[in-house]
């Protein structure tokens, strides 16, 4: 009994870590996706003003996304370390 109760405890502990890694890389690929539309703004190559225009509708939420994390933020690296455990 003891030993069942452990592994149902070890699975759920291991399904929240698993879940809290696709999060962060949720979190990182729709930040890099937005780097890549805007990032003209910070000196990076963009793709053309005309395929930044018709995806722009579309970028709602990872804009606002961006802003959030930057006002949040005090140390990026600190994050990711949290999410990894480090």
């Given at each position: 009994m003891?030993?069942?109760?452990f592994f149902?405890l070890?699975?759920?502990?291991t399904?929240?870590?698993?879940t809290?890694?696709?999060k962060a890389?949720l979190?990182?690929?729709?930040?890099?996706?937005?780097?890549?539309?805007l990032?003209s703004?910070?000196?990076l190559?963009?793709p053309s003003?005309?395929l930044?225009?018709?995806?722009?509708?579309?970028l709602?939420p990872?804009?606002?996304l961006?802003?959030?994390?930057v006002?949040?933020s005090?140390?990026?690296?600190?994050?990711v370390?949290?999410?990894l455990?480090?």
């Open positions: 003891i030993g069942e109760d149902e070890l699975k759920k502990i399904k929240l870590q698993a809290d890694y696709v890389e979190t990182a690929q729709e930040e890099a996706f937005a780097l890549l539309l990032g703004f910070i000196g190559p963009a003003a005309g930044v225009i018709r995806l722009l509708p579309h709602g990872e804009l606002e961006l802003e959030r994390r006002a949040e005090d140390d990026l690296f600190a994050q370390a949290g999410v455990k480090i």
